[in-house]
């Protein structure tokens, strides 16, 4: 009986310490984003005599500042259009194109969907100054969000034609038969009966190509160059290099360009854990 | 499988579902790829109309460039700790994370949390840690190796880079591992602890070896982005001090787009892509090889 009671403490003390760890843990990974919250409610020289608290009281000040001075919504705009539309248009095209690939099997098929997937092994630096020479030297058609919305369908088809590709194979033919015989064409029995289905797949998809395509910084910069088309990475990085020292502007700026991607963390939790979690069994 | 009719349709079915895509994925990145093999073969300026095919000549000029040799190895000494550092964090999280923990949602989203914010603000809120914040810390408790700038010091900036990546993606493996973690069938462990393994033997005896493909994918994830660093590596350090923290992505950009030797920047790059294949389909290849059936 002692014995087991024993046992029993240990077990308990174990598990404490595991909670405690894991949370101060937690503190620590957090621990930059509380340093850029607390230093963009202050000015300057609090900064500089003590980056840790808040000593002074809290001014706001800087938000606004930040705000115009980097340019913010138009930058905040520029990515949300970019955003949205590479994201839908990356997995309309890329369903459709993965339900081809698997429904009919000709030898283009086979070889086109071969170098998709071995292109996943290409890294961006090894494209892009050709990319360049060719968009830029010999079209000029750069600086300018649509040509970037098209490269982000170039790069971000294989990945979603794989990953649909994968899902699909699920998916019983007999219910697209069923709708042949129904009278519908290959078109409507693609949007009616098998898009409804891939939804997870969608979702998932949606997700993963959000967070890339938002963030995304050395693309951008080598497409878009003028001031009007930059976007919120870039005018970030821009205002930062304008005021490299003036840190509770800088924070406040931070703090600004990371609030939207919390924001759509937040709303979509569920989805962004279970669509990486589901997205790394593939 | 459903039939159809005719070379006509056969063609129009084509261009309707997967043209578009194969168009833009053939020009966006197919053709410059090839091109690119082709500029990395001339000596072109980025400015000249006109430049000549000079075969292999800018392929020798790298292997006789020393800052390229020096980027490389930094690269590889930054991906080998950093994957090395990831994995093992990412994984011990997990292991803990499915034992039982009390707020397992609230920790899961919060380790995750850096993976939503892009590199460059990333790399900026950390260029603020390091060369205020932990010096100021350093200066107050008195801990030496704290009271100057990391990113000073071309003995620590890399460090400072390693850490920098495995706060960025420990959170992102780790819900990798946790979802093989999940995956692992129930009975398997009862019966081991009925049999009477500890801890430590069902961990190595069990879990490790059904875990292989999930240490595949994030250690194939890892070794992409770490060969592919550029924006927390621009953020934070600029490749500096003294060229101490050039990457090869950086080194790439800065000679083709700032020193204008387009030529040598894409022979560079093109050693890059093969060096990442190589690496990651071996590595892909031989933890196929240690996968367990079930």
New interface residues.
Partial sequence: MEFEAKKGNRKNILHLG??I???L??LI?????Y??VV?SLKERKD??S???GLSGGAKFGNFLEAFTKMNYLEGFLNSLVITALSVLIIAF??S??A???L????K??KI?FF??IT?M??????????????YG?TFKILDNKWILI??Y???G??LS?FVYHGFMKSIA?EL??AA?VDGCT??QT?FKIVFPLLKPTTSTLIVLNV?WI?????LPSLVLISKANRTL?LS??YF?GTYTSD?GL??AG?LL??LP??A??LLM?KH??SG???G??K | MITEKGFFNKIKNFLIFAGPTTFVFLSVVIIPFIFGIYLSLTNWDGIASTYCFIGFQNYLTVFQDQFFWQSFLLTAKYVLSMVALVNVIAFGLAYLLTSGVKGEKILRAGFFVPNLIGGIVLGLIWHFVFSRAFVFIGKSLNFPFLSYSWLANPQKALWALVIVSVWQYSGYMMLIHIAGLVNIPKELIEAAIIDGASNGQRLRGIILPLMVPSFVVSIFLSLQRGFMVYDVNLALTDGGPFRSTELISMHVYKKAFLAQEYGIGQAQAFFLFMIVAAITLTQVYFSKKLEVEM
């Fill in positions: 595991k909670h760890f894991l949370f843990l937690l990974y957090l621990f930059p984003f340093l850029v230093n900064i500089i003590n980056p840790l095209f890329s459709m194109t339900y081809y690939f429904r009919f099997k000709g283009i098929n086109l170098m998709m292109s092994l290409i890294p961006f630096q090894s494209i892009m100054i050709p990319l360049v020479r060719i030297s098209f490269m369908l170039g790069f088809a294989s034609v033919v697209e038969e042949f290959r078109i693609f967070l938002w963030n995304d910084f050395l990475p970030t990085f930062h840190y800088l924070m931070l360009t990371i991607v919390i759509f963390f939790q962004i854990i990486i979690m589901q790394a069994i």
